[in-house]
């Protein structure tokens, strides 16, 4: 199954995992895999907040 669909094969365990109800849909429908390292999604790029000089 690797060979021949590895999106399926993360697919399916993870819905294993998931709650057999309507939020486990819900949580299941937010979930992208790719196959492969390229993604269509850019890196997050957070930014540090000093507390201590807020004023």
């Known amino acids: 199954m690797m060979k021949k669909n590895p999106i399926a094969l993360v697919e399916h ?3 294993g995992m998931l709650p057999k109800s309507r939020l486990g849909r819900a949580i299941f429908k937010n979930m992208h895999v790719y ?3 390229t993604h ?3 890196a997050q790029n957070p ?4 507390l201590n000089h807020i004023k």
């Open 13 to 15: 365990a993870v819905r």
């Open 35 to 37: 196959a492969g390292n």
């Open 40 to 42: 269509p999604h850019e």
């Open 47 to 50: 930014k540090k907040i000093e």
